[in-house]
C-alpha cells in the first residue's frame, strides 16, 4: 500500500488527448478554455476568431482518449464511441455546437462528431435518449479526422442551435 497518490493509465491518457487535442486546434482563429470545477459533460470550449475579431462563435466538446482504437469493419468506415445518455441529452441542450472529440493517443489522432449534427442526420435516436439506457453507441466518421484541416469546424463554430432537445432540434446559420 502505497502512502502517496498513485498515477492511473486512465488519467494519463485523459491527460495525452486533452493536448493532443489542443495542440490541433490553430491557435491562429482557435482560443482554448478548459472547464473548471465539476465535470458535468462538458470538457471545453473553442472560440473562433475571423478576421481578429470574436463574434461569439463556439464549440463545446467533451474530450476521450483511448490506446485501443479500432475502426469497425463495415463498408462505411467509421469507430463506434459509447458515449453516456445523460452527456449527449446534456449536448443537445447547448444552443452552440457540441462535438464529441475521440482522441487515438497512440497515433495522435483526433476524430471529432458534432453532435447536434448527428441527431439531425439521425432522427430515430431521439427516441433511444429517454433513460431507459445508460450508454449508446455513437458512430463517428473516420474522415472526421481534425489533424488534416479544422475547416470543417469553423464551418460547425457558426451554427446556432434552436429548440432543442428531441426531434424538434433545428439548425440556424
Request: one cysteine or more; aromatic letters at 10%.
Amino acid at each position: 500500500m502505497s502512502i502517496v497518490p498513485i498515477d492511473t493509465p486512465q488519467r494519463k491518457i485523459g491527460s495525452r488527448a486533452v493536448a493532443i487535442v489542443h495542440y490541433y486546434m490553430d491557435s491562429n482563429h482557435w482560443e482554448f478554455r478548459q472547464e473548471t470545477g465539476n465535470d458535468v459533460g462538458r470538457d471545453c470550449t473553442f472560440e473562433l476568431s475571423e478576421n481578429d475579431e470574436w463574434l461569439n462563435h463556439k464549440i463545446e466538446g467533451q474530450i476521450k482518449g483511448t490506446k485501443k482504437f479500432e475502426p469497425l469493419k463495415t463498408k462505411n468506415n467509421v469507430v463506434s464511441f459509447s458515449m453516456e445518455v445523460k452527456t449527449i441529452n446534456y449536448a443537445l441542450r447547448s444552443h452552440c455546437p457540441f462535438v464529441l472529440f475521440y482522441v487515438d493517443v497512440s497515433k495522435e489522432n483526433v476524430y471529432y462528431l458534432p453532435i447536434q449534427e448527428y441527431f439531425i442526420d439521425h432522427p430515430d435516436l431521439f427516441a433511444k435518449l429517454d433513460g431507459s439506457q445508460d450508454k449508446m453507441s455513437l458512430r463517428i466518421p473516420l474522415e472526421n479526422l481534425l489533424n488534416q484541416s479544422d475547416e470543417r469546424l469553423m464551418d460547425i463554430a457558426r451554427i446556432t442551435y434552436l429548440d432543442g432537445p428531441g426531434s424538434s432540434l433545428k439548425r440556424h446559420s
